[in-house]
């Protein structure tokens, strides 16, 4: 078992990309303090896949959305790619997690009225920084790993949910993030093609290296990745390393 607060077990030689220090997480609720995390201490490696593990209420996605820069701790910081994110101006956390990280949530939030290819296309035209073209060639090249390139011109009522779901895929890679954020991306696909999200997950932290960082409950995505953190009740409970073979 690696040490949580380092992972040195996990990445060695290689350098963080993701650190959290005493992190906490509090909202008010009629009146009452709820402590959602309660002093999480977390390294994340460059090209590790991690599984954030436990049943709901556990803290996962709370604790994603501070990784993501989506949402800022109460108190300790986190530092992403060697920024440290609680000490930035808004605007400049917004440039660094647009320019740094990629998301795939549950439901995919395609574009009902783009198709498939203009859908992946969509964050380089919000962003800008590359040329139409290139930007349609990177879509067309993000497709075909997905292995979707002969649904391009569909729109998302035309695709299957787990078709869907790997157009979000690639969406997410349109920029080359060094991260990968993922919450809950199978929690609306059947057994079967949950299984094929998960081995595109493999596949492409292996060709591209890009670090992944997964939500979920469920335990067989669980089983199938290197790195396994399982919280409960706002903790971390365990971080371990597993062997897998594939």
Request: hydrophobic content about 40%; some cysteine; overall charge neutral.
């Amino acid at each position: 078992m690696p040490d949580t607060a380092d992972g040195a077990a996990v990445g060695a030689g290689r350098s963080v990309i993701v650190s959290l220090k005493n992190v906490r997480k509090q909202y008010e609720h009629e009146g009452k303090t709820l402590e959602v995390l309660r002093g999480i201490d977390l390294r994340i490696h460059t090209g590790e896949m991690v599984c954030l593990w436990g049943p709901s209420g556990a803290g996962k996605s709370t604790l994603l959305h501070l990784i993501g820069t989506l949402d800022m701790p109460s108190s300790g910081t986190v530092e992403l790619d060697g920024n440290l994110v609680t000490k930035l101006s808004a605007s400049r956390v917004a440039a660094l997690r647009n320019r740094a990280i990629g998301f795939v949530f549950q439901f995919h939030h395609l574009l009902p009225e783009f198709t498939a290819l203009e859908n992946v296309m969509m964050p380089g035209m919000i962003h800008g920084g590359m040329a139409k073209a290139e930007l349609r060639d990177r879509a067309e090249e993000l497709l075909k790993e997905v292995k979707l390139s002969h649904r391009a011109s569909h729109r998302p009522s035309e695709l299957s949910g787990g078709e869907q779901q790997r157009v979000a895929l690639a969406r997410a890679l349109t920029l080359r993030p060094k991260l990968l954020l993922a919450d809950e991306p199978t929690g609306n696909l059947d057994t079967d093609n949950s299984a094929q999200i998960h081995e595109l997950f493999h596949d492409l932290n292996l060709r591209h290296g890009t670090t992944m960082v997964l939500v979920t409950h469920n335990p067989e995505l669980s089983r199938s990745l290197p790195r396994v953190i399982k919280m409960r009740d706002g903790h971390i409970e365990s971080d371990e390393t597993q062997v897998i073979v594939r």
